[in-house]
């Protein structure tokens, strides 16, 4: 399932100083009870340039999304989706502590970091 208008597409660009280096994209304070799209804070897409990777954009821009989603109305979670599988992005997910759910979304695995309210 692709992102629509309808699921509150909230897009970014992720840089390193002056230089563009990946983007994020989140369904941003979705109304409960959408059936097409069940979580209020969805992440997407991460994306980080292969010439970027391991530096820790991916790590600082999830930083500040997931400080964004916590102090946001009921950002009590946010929960993305990943195809498992040798060299796939469990562990960089599970790093920031996000767990899998055991449950199953449009073809891939659900991942939930549980979010304490801002302080």
């Not at 979670?77 to 992005?89: A, K």
């Not at 790093?95 to 891939?108: H, K, N, R």
Request: without cysteine; charged residues 20%; aromatic residues 14%.
């Amino acid at each position: 399932m692709s992102p629509t208008p309808e699921a509150h597409p909230w897009v970014r660009a992720v840089y390193a100083g002056a230089e563009p280096v990946g983007f994020v994209m989140l369904g941003f304070n979705m109304p409960e009870g959408h059936p097409d799209y069940p979580w209020r804070y969805f992440l997407w897409r991460l994306l980080i340039d292969a010439r970027y990777q391991r530096r820790g954009y991916g790590h600082a821009a999830m930083a500040l999304v997931i400080e964004i989603v916590r102090s946001s109305p009921g950002g009590t979670e946010l929960v993305t989706t990943i195809q498992p599988g040798d060299g796939g992005p469990a562990p960089f997910y599970r790093s920031l502590g996000f767990e899998a759910t055991g449950e199953w979304f449009d073809g891939e695995q659900v991942y939930r970091l549980a979010l304490s309210p801002a302080t």
